[in-house]
């Protein structure tokens, strides 16, 4: 044991690596090598064989032929994980070959050539039209709009055009304009905290709690709001539980704000998945209106590239006006002949992904976008009910309860309905259940804790690995960081057939970590991924980043969003 120890501390897998190859290159000459993998007759016979690594932080003098690359990359690149199990992302990761096709056929594309890709640019300003009828827009206004290459740049731009509209209001009143600030719920992604820190904005980071659903509290809202308060961002939903924020709720509260302060404070609403899922679904966002229905919401985001259905790389913001965006924002481009409009922060950006949001739309059409989201909430029900009804894990997320009812029920209290081999009762939708993102979130019961003290929701999170499940295993925002959750995004994808297995896998994966022996188990417990941060350490060693200033940009989790969640 002691002497494992040892020669695990003196081993570095790319010192022996490279030594091992001197050696070999040394007594090459003995052995019969092609050359130059140009005159190779297939890739394996190529000098990237045997003789050479692929080069991975400087330029090769010599190129390579194409088939060769190819294969050696695409053999690097069996290594990561498989998309449709990556079941931590909200991103999709299935498209129809016909859209596929599509894609393909518009690669070369330039969302910045507008003058030379006019159907293109017909395309977006008919999925900004569409996408803003779905989310309510109101007789009389005209909604502007764009798309971008995600939500979180939607948001940025979403919370530069509440601060310039904040700054314009404070210099005609002859006000300082020097501390505005921002409201979020401490469950907020990063790109919310991202936007009031690159853009210079106090994030006012609010406690979320058990009483508030893990989500933005509003009686923290109507403290928390001045008259520096340049916006709120409300999340539909939260990236850690899938719990809708109360947006109408805290509309009211900044209503009764203006009343008596004659202050306007508006929302952006952060719908990155729910903004494709509560215009399609029964449950709505629970009832109360969430969209431009209410006046106090001047914009929302959304990311195409997650329940809107495409592949990464698009996202949508909205103004449910043209006066909410400032002149000051919009840069009129003259270029290659003609004039264009332009207020996104990207200047360049693949084309291909909104010809294939305007394909689904036109495709799918609101019924299958609807089938489709009240499929993925029915398979997030049974994965909910199935868990809980083991009496070993218990949900924080809460879409497959009654509407209403927010409370762990026991299991003997579990209706799985009994008409449909999913679960699904006839004529039942989501709106018989609580709103919110089909997400799982659950962690090991109160009962279970107490009695298998050993076996943890890491372990269960690294096994499930090994079966290629990626379920990641992370705590709570702060102050409720002693819970973690295991979270499982349910998808397109996840049909009905996988579902089964996932369940068979995690029941039985619990079942082996409950037979096993504690000892056993602590080599299980996550610690520093050796390989991988070797791997990123080199990578920027090679920028000329040193090991001090790469931890710089890390704060503790206590002091604002994580960093996991995504
Ligand atoms: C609520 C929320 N906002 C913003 C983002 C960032 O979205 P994107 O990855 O499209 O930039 C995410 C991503 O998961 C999210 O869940």
Redesign the pocket.
């Known amino acids: 044991m002691a002497l494992a120890r040892h020669i695990h501390e003196q081993v570095d897998p790319e010192q022996i690596f490279s030594q091992l190859q001197n050696d070999g290159s040394k007594a090459h000459h003995h052995h019969v090598h092609i050359k130059n993998a140009a005159e190779s007759i297939t890739p394996y016979s190529s000098r990237y064989a045997s003789q050479a690594e692929i080069s991975k932080y400087i330029i090769p003098q010599d190129g390579a032929p194409a088939d060769s690359v190819h294969q050696m990359l695409k053999d690097e690149l069996d290594l990561d994980g498989k998309p449709n199990l990556n079941l931590a992302s ?2 999709g990761t299935y498209m129809e070959k016909e859209a596929e096709k599509l894609m393909i056929e518009n690669l070369s594309k330039n969302m910045s050539d507008a003058d030379e890709y006019p159907a293109m640019m017909n395309m977006h300003a008919r999925c900004v039209s569409i996408i803003s009828h779905l989310w309510g827009v109101q007789k009389g206004e005209t909604a502007v709009g764009s798309a971008t290459t ?3 740049e939607a ?1 940025h731009l979403g919370g530069l055009a509440m601060k310039r509209r904040w700054q314009e209001r404070r210099d005609k009143e002859g006000k300082d304009r020097s501390k505005p600030n921002i409201l979020m719920g401490s469950n907020a ?1 990063v ?2 905290e991202k936007f009031a820190r690159y853009f210079e904005v106090e994030a006012r980071i609010l406690d979320v709690s058990e009483k508030s659903c893990y989500r933005l509290d509003p009686e923290l809202v109507k403290k928390n709001i001045d008259e520096n308060t340049i916006g709120v961002f409300v ?1 539909l939903g ?2 850690y539980t899938g719990h809708y924020e109360p947006v109408e709720e805290i509309s009211k509260i900044l209503d009764e704000y203006e009343k008596k302060t004659g202050i306007d404070i508006p929302i952006h609403v ?1 719908a ?2 729910g903004g494709f899922i509560a215009p399609f679904t029964h449950a709505k966002a629970g009832g109360p209106k969430w969209n431009f229905a209410l006046p106090r919401v001047k914009s929302i985001n959304t ?1 195409g ?2 329940f809107g259905l495409v592949y990464a790389g698009v ?1 949508w913001i909205i103004w449910r006006d043209e006066s909410y965006l400032p002149k000051h924002l919009i840069f009129e481009l003259h270029y290659l002949g003609g004039t264009e409009e332009s207020y996104t922060l990207n200047f360049s950006r693949p084309g291909a992904q909104i010809i294939a949001q305007y394909f689904l739309l036109i495709h799918l059409g609101f019924n299958g976008y609807r089938a489709i989201m009240e499929n993925c909430l029915v398979n997030a029900r049974l994965l909910s009910k199935s868990l809980e009804a083991t009496g070993w894990y218990e949900c924080v997320s809460d879409i497959h309860r009654p509407k209403g009812v927010h409370k762990l029920q026991p299991p003997q209290d579990i209706k799985f309905g009994n008409n449909n081999a999913n679960g699904k009762k006839d004529g039942e939708t989501s709106a018989d259940y609580n709103a919110g993102l089909p997400v799982v979130a659950f962690r090991f019961s109160d009962a279970f804790k107490k009695d298998y003290p050993h076996v943890k929701q890491a372990t269960l999170s690294t096994l499930l690995k090994s079966k290629q499940y990626i379920i990641p295993n992370y705590p709570l925002p702060p102050k409720e960081e002693k819970t973690e959750i295991l979270r499982v995004v349910v998808r397109e994808s996840m049909s009905l057939d996988l579902l089964d297995m996932l369940i068979t896998d995690i029941i039985s994966v619990t079942e082996a970590l409950m037979g096993s022996d504690p000892i056993d188990l602590t080599m299980f417990q996550p610690g520093p991924s050796v390989g991988g941060e070797k791997r990123v350490e080199k990578q920027l060693q090679s920028k000329g980043v040193g090991h001090d200033e790469k931890h710089k940009a890390k704060r503790g989790m206590e002091k604002g969003v994580h960093r996991t969640v ?1």
């Open positions: 909200f991103v995600g939500s979180s948001i992604q790109a919310l999340i939260s990236t952060d990155a998945s990311s590239h997650k996202g995504c």
